[in-house]
């Protein structure tokens, strides 16, 4: 199995960028289809991206598009979510996971599709 482990997270200015980073140990990041979530406190935790297992499919939730570009290295076994233009709204903790990718191109935008998953990483934006 796999273990994604998230980084880049911190605390940025509203307006300013963060690369986050997915890096798997375990397994090759390749076979498997990768989406990040984002929890804050109090709330259910909601989908922001997902990119298929050859990276040819990706798909980001309303709100963030135009904003977050998620992309993946599969050589590099990392996948990234570059977040531009970051808004206070978008303060929360930063989850990858991650499923086995039966299919090529195609990605998950639920919570239930995926069966491994990181620890998160904290993202902060001050207004």
């Known amino acids: 199995q796999v273990q994604p482990v998230e980084s880049g997270g911190g605390l940025v200015q509203a307006g300013g960028s963060l690369r986050l980073s997915c890096a798997a140990s375990?397994?090759?990041?390749?076979?498997?289809?990768v989406g990040w979530f984002r929890q804050v406190p109090g709330k259910e935790r909601e989908f922001v991206a997902a990119i298929s297992r050859s990276g040819g499919n990706t798909r980001s939730t309303d709100s963030v598009k135009g904003r977050f570009t998620i992309s993946r290295d599969n050589a590099k076994n990392t996948v990234y979510l570059q977040m531009d233009s970051l808004k206070p709204e978008d303060t929360a903790v930063y989850y990858c996971a991650a499923r086995v990718g039966y299919r090529t191109d195609t990605y998950h935008t639920t919570e239930g599709a995926y069966d491994y998953w990181g620890q998160g990483t904290q993202v902060t934006v001050s207004s």
């Open positions: 375990g397994r090759t990041f390749s076979s498997y289809a």
